[in-house]
């Protein structure tokens, strides 16, 4: 599985600290920290590591990624418009998360309802492009 650095998604890991065999693909440094303790193998994609995000970002990041095939990823976003837009504020994470869609078969959104209604400046994909969203209340479709 491939997981993207937002802190939304860091939430998983305390749900899969026990699984055995599950190979994990992120630019998180700290979801590297939560599992080292654990049998999951974690690859960490390397670039340029940005402090306030914890996280690595760039051209030599999403070549890692693109070297890699997930069965899925999970990642998050600012905003999902009302007409299915993922949107974000960051142009290097939307880069490296089209990355992470490109190369994974399915892909899970995770996203609170604060979120539901609201566009940014740059575009990850569509709604309808995903095999789900995962949301704390009931979405209309896209």
Not at 18 to 28: F, Q
Not at 49 to 59: A, N
Not at 60 to 78: D, G, H, L, W
Not at 128 to 136: G, S, V, Y
Request: aromatic share 10%; proline share 0%; with cysteine.
């Amino acid at each position: 599985v491939i997981f993207d650095s937002s802190s939304t998604v860091r939430r998983i890991c305390r749900h899969i600290r026990k699984r055995k065999n599950l190979k994990v693909i992120t630019n998180n440094l700290r979801i590297c920290q939560e599992l080292k303790e654990t049998d999951i193998t974690v690859y960490l994609t390397g670039g340029e590591y940005y402090k306030k995000l914890d996280c690595f970002l760039g051209s030599y990041a999403e070549r890692f990624i693109a070297s890699m095939n997930a069965t899925s990823v999970f990642f998050s976003c600012k905003g999902l418009s009302q007409d299915g837009l993922l949107t974000d504020v960051s142009e290097t994470e939307i880069a490296i998360r089209q990355a992470m869609l490109a190369h994974a078969e399915n892909s899970y959104l995770l996203c609170d309802s604060s979120k539901v209604g609201q566009k940014y400046a740059f575009t990850l994909c569509h709604a309808k492009d995903l095999t789900d969203i995962l949301c704390d209340k009931k979405l209309s479709s896209f």
